[in-house]
């Protein structure tokens, strides 16, 4: 359909095509960079504060298709430990381990999956803790019919776009 605010608005579950524009800025950041000018230090700065936050106003809001977190996750792999001439490399420690804390060990680098559910879950405390916020009460009111979102269920005849804001199922 477009985009508004800067965010898709797409007819049905958000594809990967709906974020092309998120990751050309992720890959056009990296590339006003030179890696080889950079040591690994300033690498994973550069990963921790501007190449894992260009997404995180997409990941507000919806929930973002995994081909896409994964790629994410890949542009800062790639950033991290690329050589300069841009030939294959190896990492030296996993990604686990990358994107620990660093009170335990990692490098702290955020991964994008969980910052997308982490940014998704305000939005449900929000919906839990503030009924007084005109959002939360219009939405509250629209499609939870007054009721908790823990109870909320899929309707028939709901619109696609309030589904794939739903994210995945969690019934099994």
């Known amino acids: 359909i477009g985009k508004y605010l800067g965010v898709p608005m797409a007819h049905g579950q958000p594809r990967c095509a709906d974020f092309y524009d998120v990751m050309d800025k992720i890959l056009g950041r990296l590339a006003t960079w030179k890696s080889k000018l950079l040591n690994k230090a300033g690498k994973l700065c550069l990963v921790k ?8 106003y997409s990941m507000q809001t919806l929930w973002l298709p995994q081909a896409v977190c994964t790629r994410i996750d890949q542009a800062c792999r790639h950033m ?11 990492s030296p420690v996993s990604w686990d381990v990358v994107t620990q804390p660093t009170k335990f060990g990692g490098l702290g680098v955020r991964e994008a999956r969980r910052v997308n559910v982490s940014l998704l879950d305000q939005l449900v405390w929000d919906l839990l803790t503030t009924l007084e ?13 007054g009721d908790s979102i823990l109870c909320a269920q899929n309707k028939r ?4 776009l309030v589904k794939s804001h739903q994210g995945p199922s969690l019934s099994p």
């Open 80 to 90: 991290l430990w690329a050589n300069s001439d841009n030939t294959r490399f190896w």
């Open 49 to 56: 504060s501007i190449i894992s936050s260009i997404p995180d």
């Open 133 to 145: 916020k005109p959002w939360v009460h219009l939405l509250s009111q629209l499609y939870l019919q």
């Open 157 to 160: 005849g709901a619109s696609d």
